[in-house]
Each structure stands twice: as C-alpha cells, then as structure tokens.
C-alpha cells in the first residue's frame, strides 16, 4: 500500500525547509557536545571542563550517546518536516525532548540549544492544534 502527501504549496514549503536547515545545525552542534563528553576533542571555544558530567567519565560516556541519539532524531525530524510528512511531529516532540534533558547540565554554554528546544515544543504544539482546527471545520462543514 502506497501513501501519497501532498506536496505542500511554495509558500508553505520556503519556512518548513528553513527550519529543518535549523534542526539539522542544532543536531549537528549535538555532535560537538559528544565530541566533548568522550574526549574526542575541544570545538571551537569549548572546553572539557564546560560539560557535566565530567569529560571521559563513565557517565559521560552514557551522556554523549544520548547526544548522539538527539542528533539522529533531529536530522529525522528536518527530513521529515521538509518532505511535509506528518510524522515530523512525534519525533521532533522526542528530539526536543531528549535533546532538552542532555542539555539541561551543561546550560550556562548551551542556552540557544534550549531556545531551539523550546521553538520545537511550540511549534509541534501549534502544528498539531492547527490540523485539529482544520479537520473540525471539515466535519463541521461536511455535517453541516
């Protein structure tokens, strides 16, 4: 069985590639702090000593993959989002989610993380409230 979305017009397709160019950066700052958390190395103006928990410690080691694991669902959400599928949602809402936790630690150096984190929880919550109010007034125009 085959599903067809329809392709969404250019005016809506110009901010939904916008933001998934976002999601896919913050996924991929996601990268940094793993390189980070295992010792693979120091990004730009960031240090071992910025991160909790300790660099190179066990936990550490369990905190980095769950970075990696945002970083995965992230790059899933961008793709998702900009091909239009609605399952972009759910697993935006988990990225944001698992990437909020990882962050939370290390949030005197990861602040605009956060603030992405937030836009994604608004912006799941305004897509799902707005296809709510959509399929209401097509049931109400069909019973009507």
């Known amino acids: 069985m085959t599903i067809a979305y329809a392709r969404p017009s250019r005016s809506r397709q110009m901010p939904r590639t916008l933001a998934a160019v976002v999601l896919v950066i913050h996924g991929l700052v996601h990268l940094m702090g793993t390189s980070l958390l295992w010792k693979w190395g120091q990004p730009g103006e960031l240090h071992y000593g910025d991160v909790r928990p300790e660099a190179g410690s066990t936990a550490a080691m369990v905190v980095g993959g769950a970075w990696l694991i945002a970083l995965l669902l992230y790059l899933v959400t961008a ?62 125009r069909s019973h009507g």
Not at 95 to 116: D, E, F, K
Not at 117 to 126: E, L, N, P, R, T
Request: glycine share 8%.
């Open 79 to 140: 793709a998702l989002l900009a091909t239009g599928r609605p399952a972009w949602r759910p697993v935006g809402l988990l990225a944001a989610l698992v990437s909020t936790v990882v962050l939370v630690p290390s949030a005197s150096i990861a602040w605009a993380g956060l603030a992405v984190d937030v836009a994604v929880f608004v912006g799941v919550a305004v897509s799902v409230t707005a296809v709510k109010r959509s399929r209401e007034a097509v049931g109400a």
